[in-house]
């Protein structure tokens, strides 16, 4: 069984940084992925970004590449997201997962832990 806990969600402006957090507890692969994932209401959940742990393979949606970054913490079983030059349409709750390393490490199917997510509202 895994917990997954994420911090760090808040409400800031446009143009903002916000740093988020996901601490993984339990038992899980020893070679794994950690994503991160969005919903906003009335929206489909959105694979936001992933990393692959020992491999440090970071993948991300195109709405995000060049404004978030996916990182490991200094033990392994965390997972930072920095968020910069956010935009309104960023608003979204955002949930931390863990699942293996597939092919498709942006889709949600390919995850069985999901924490319970932080809100993220830029206006």
């Known amino acids: 069984h895994v917990q997954l806990v994420e911090s760090g969600g808040g409400s800031v402006q446009a143009g903002g940084s916000l740093r988020l957090s996901c601490v993984a507890s339990?038992?899980?692969?020893?070679?794994?992925?950690i994503a991160w994932f969005r919903q906003a209401p009335g929206k489909e959940r959105e694979g936001v970004a992933a990393?692959?742990?020992?491999?440090?393979?970071?993948f991300y949606a195109d709405s995000v590449r060049g404004r978030f970054t996916i990182s490991q913490g200094n033990a392994k079983n965390i997972a930072i997201l920095q968020l910069n030059s956010l935009k309104p349409e960023d608003t979204a709750m955002y949930y931390c997962?863990?699942?293996?390393?597939?092919?498709?490490?942006?889709?949600?199917?390919?995850?069985?832990?999901w924490g319970q997510g932080t809100q993220v509202t830029v206006s």
């Open positions: 990393i692959f742990t020992s491999l440090d393979g970071t």
């Open positions: 339990g038992n899980y692969y020893n070679t794994y992925a």
């Open positions: 997962a863990v699942g293996r390393r597939t092919l498709q490490p942006l889709n949600g199917d390919n995850y069985n832990y």
